[in-house]
């Protein structure tokens, strides 16, 4: 079983500043790609940055040059940090981590965390 555990959602004003972090745990051989996701009620989840374990990165055209995603291996964590938030960005985060278990590999999801940015 894994585990992954999203922390650092909250309200913050238009031009803001917050930091999401997740931590995976439980029966995990290793973690491929981590990345946060967000969703709007009514649509689907759309990808907001990921970083595979060799550190490549992959960014939403929406979030490039104000979000940075960063990855602690050793910790098996994947942070978001978001700079100059915008009223748009208010929604439901969710990390998500593709890991290897016992030889397969299996796409695993935070519970998600709220992000809401006022005007």
């Known amino acids: 079983q894994v585990q992954l555990v999203e922390s650092g959602g909250g309200l913050v004003q238009a031009g803001g500043s917050l930091r999401l972090s997740c931590a995976a745990s439980g029966s995990i051989f290793s973690i491929n790609s981590m990345g946060w996701y967000r969703q709007v009620p009514g649509k689907q989840r759309e990808l907001v940055a990921t970083?595979?374990?060799?550190?490549?990165?992959n960014y939403a055209d929406s979030v490039k040059g104000r979000f940075s995603i960063s990855r602690d291996n050793a910790k098996n964590t994947v942070y978001l940090q978001m700079n100059s938030l915008k009223p748009e960005d208010t929604t439901v985060y969710y990390c998500g981590a593709h890991v290897t278990v016992r030889g397969a590999t299996f796409l695993y999801w935070g519970q998600g965390t709220q992000v809401t940015v006022s005007s």
């Open positions: 970083i595979t374990s060799g550190g490549s990165i």
